[in-house]
């Protein structure tokens, strides 16, 4: 894992820890998140802990993909689901120390994820509220081309109590992920965690991480709605209130690595 303190000098009073794709590996993500810049948010971006190596790929995987001869594993199928419930505990382990021995609160954590990665971001972001019985969840989660694993939430996983805000975006040409399994994802999360706030948004590309500039400024929205800035302000109550001044110019946008 790769850690970063704010890049604006000031107190990190927000975490956001950033989960690659299948096949691919932090590095990128570190360079995707030094070009985000949010303001006073460390970020952590997490190395996935399967090696591919044994099928002869590059990167790692947050749960296995592939059955013996190398074919991928259906999304609902039982082996994927155990796997997705494996790396969640870890998960679920990683944000527990966040709390306890880091001093995090949990409402200053948000989660990202692209694919794979969002996937796992979905499932153990939004399942920890179950685990501790007077949180309110991780902040929010932002999931790019990455559907909620429906099969792997018990009735365990499911309460009222959970107040996480999710957005998940799609490419409109993604061959891997359907709009179906997006809605999909958004019905249940609205069903069965009715404290959470879940919007969707859908781009103009295929299965590949942020790129264009409408989807950057759709996360960018996102974070400046619930990123934590003290005295309890965020970025859109401060641009309400007349605090912020837009500053143009610059060398142009950051983009991500691809995953």
């Not at 153990?124 to 939430?153: D, M, N, W, Y």
């Not at 107040?163 to 975006?169: C, G, K, P, S, Y």
């Not at 040409?173 to 609205?190: P, T, W």
């Not at 948004?201 to 942020?210: L, T």
Request: net charge negative.
């Amino acid at each position: 894992a790769v850690y970063r303190p704010s890049p604006d000098g000031g107190s990190s009073e927000n975490l956001l820890l950033l989960f690659h794709g299948l096949g691919d590996s932090c590095e990128p993500y570190v360079k995707f998140a030094d070009a985000m810049a949010l303001p006073r948010t460390a970020t952590l971006c997490v190395q996935a802990p399967l090696s591919l190596g044994h099928f002869g790929l590059p990167g790692g995987m947050w749960f296995n993909a592939f059955d013996g001869e190398g074919n991928l594993l259906p999304p609902a199928g039982e082996e994927t689901v155990r796997g997705l419930v494996r790396c969640r505990a870890a998960v679920h382990e990683l944000l527990g120390n966040l709390l306890a021995k880091c001093g995090w609160a949990l409402d200053r954590i948000h989660l990202f994820g692209f694919s794979q990665g969002g996937t796992v971001a979905l499932d153990a972001g939004l399942s920890f509220a179950a685990t501790r019985a007077a949180e309110r969840g991780v902040k929010s989660v932002v999931s790019v081309s990455g559907p909620l694993a429906t099969e792997a939430l018990g009735p365990q996983d499911r309460n009222d109590t959970c107040r996480t805000a999710v957005l998940i975006t799609r490419g409109t040409r993604d061959e891997s992920v359907s709009e179906e399994s997006i809605q999909r994802s958004c019905e249940f999360l609205r069903r069965h965690l009715p404290g959470t706030t879940v919007a969707s948004q859908a781009f103009a590309r295929g299965h590949s991480m942020v790129g264009s500039e409408s989807e950057q400024r759709a996360i960018m929205e996102h974070f400046s709605r619930h990123l934590h800035l003290g005295m309890g302000r965020t970025l859109e109550a401060m641009a309400a209130r007349g605090e912020l001044v837009e500053v143009s110019g610059g060398s142009g946008e950051g983009k991500g690595g691809r995953p």
